[in-house]
């Protein structure tokens, strides 16, 4: 593969869509869904509009938009198999990048966090800003930085080199294999009581591998492009009926508890759905705009090339307590009940704000270790 295919402005688009995807999911995640639940939070903001027993389309908007995060996580892996599956994989390179941005993300949110403290003296209001004011946070970044690491160390020690022993009908066969595995309920239990987390590893390793599947033979491509909308849209669709379900009966055990136990009216407690990296929802939707992704034909953009390189430091600068500490001084709740679209578009702003911020901080990394490279003289004997 020649170097103009390994940046494809409309994969790098991808990635470019899969960052706002988790972004939005943080805020919904670490954020609306604590004030949609949280007691205190509740009570101090005093915003349980859906503490009912009722079932509200707002609520169902956000259990459509939960798998988004996740999606985005197996789109980052995907890529990465289509383009790395079929080659030599450079640690030292990778171990690099991951190193340095973590260092520079974790200077740069003590840096942070202290300018927050001088800036705001009720701090008491911002719960989770402690713990990320201590350069010890660098061992604690983001998960998906070890995930994304565990995968790339296993394709270049076996899996690069097993996945080319195999013919295509072995290759197919080996993926269903750990798909089912990741899959089933038994199997799938075993790994994580293996090791926490294996689970999410071999499902990893599935969608590293299906990158290189689909980059090398293609298996979908005679599969007309409307078939994964309507895929991604019956997901969805099911999502909702999975969610309604959930409610009704929620709604219906609630009133019988009262009914038998002659209990006084309490609030009704809403709960928006969960899903795990694993979970057939996030594979199906991931291939499904992977491949839409795949078939746009676009020139050689380079400033989305440039952009989709900082989407690292953006998920590493966003996906923490301080960040949340910061979102969690809106009430999303109020504006969520009383105007939905005023809602979407506040957080969709508040997305690309955070998408912004992290971007500049990636450039701000880039000159930063020019800087670095152009002064060695100064720390390094010739």
């Known amino acids: 593969m020649n170097n103009k295919s390994s940046r494809a402005t409309n994969i790098e688009l991808l990635r470019i869509v899969a960052m706002f995807m988790i972004i939005s999911?943080?805020?919904?995640?670490?954020?609306?869904?604590?004030?949609l639940v949280n007691v205190t939070s509740i009570e101090k903001l005093q915003n349980g509009w859906f503490n009912n027993p009722m079932f509200y389309k707002q609520l169902l908007a956000?259990?459509?938009?939960?798998?988004?995060?996740?999606?985005?996580?197996?789109?980052?892996?995907?890529?990465s198999g289509y383009f790395l599956a079929d080659r030599e994989i450079d640690m030292f390179k990778i171990s690099k990048k991951l190193l340095s941005q973590l260092l520079f993300a974790a200077v740069s949110l003590v840096l942070a966090s202290s300018l927050f403290i001088w800036k705001y003296t009720q701090i008491d209001v911002y719960e989770n800003l402690f713990s990320y004011i201590r350069i010890q946070y660098f061992n604690k970044m983001s998960w998906f930085v070890g995930y994304y690491f565990i995968i790339m160390l296993l394709a270049f020690c076996v899996l690069n080199k097993f996945l080319a022993t195999l013919d295509r009908n072995k290759y197919l066969g080996f993926l269903f294999t750990i798909l089912a595995i990741s899959q089933l309920s038994w199997s799938g239990s075993l790994l994580d009581d293996l090791a926490k987390g294996l689970r999410t590893v071999v499902i990893g390793i599935f969608l590293y591998a299906l990158g290189g599947y689909?980059?090398?033979?293609?298996?979908?491509?005679?599969?007309?492009?409307?078939?994964?909308?309507?895929?991604?849209i019956l997901t969805n669709v099911l999502i909702g009926i999975s969610y309604h379900n959930t409610v009704i009966g929620k709604i219906q055990a609630y009133y019988y508890n009262q009914s038998t136990t002659g209990a006084q009216v309490t609030d009704f407690t809403q709960s928006i759905p969960k899903f795990d990296n694993y979970s057939i929802v996030v594979v199906i939707m991931g291939v499904c705009l992977f491949e839409l992704f795949r078939r746009i034909h676009l020139p050689e953009l380079k400033i989305l090339n440039s952009i989709a390189k900082g989407t690292f430091m953006i998920y590493l600068l966003h996906d923490n307590g301080f960040a949340y500490s910061i979102w969690e001084t809106q009430d999303w709740i109020t504006l969520l009940y009383n105007d939905f679209w005023g809602f979407m578009i506040k957080l969709g702003l508040w997305t690309a704000g955070v998408f912004v911020v992290g971007l500049i901080a990636y450039w701000i990394f880039l000159?930063?270790?020019?800087?670095?490279k152009k002064t060695k003289w100064l720390y390094i004997k010739e």
């Open 25 to 35: 999911y943080h805020i919904i995640l670490h954020c609306v869904n604590v004030q």
């Open 62 to 79: 956000l259990a459509l938009m939960m798998p988004f995060g996740l999606v985005g996580n197996a789109l980052f892996i995907i890529i």
């Open 214 to 232: 689909i980059k090398k033979y293609n298996p979908l491509g005679k599969i007309r492009g409307y078939v994964f909308v309507l895929t991604i």
């Open 367 to 372: 000159l930063l270790g020019f800087i670095i």
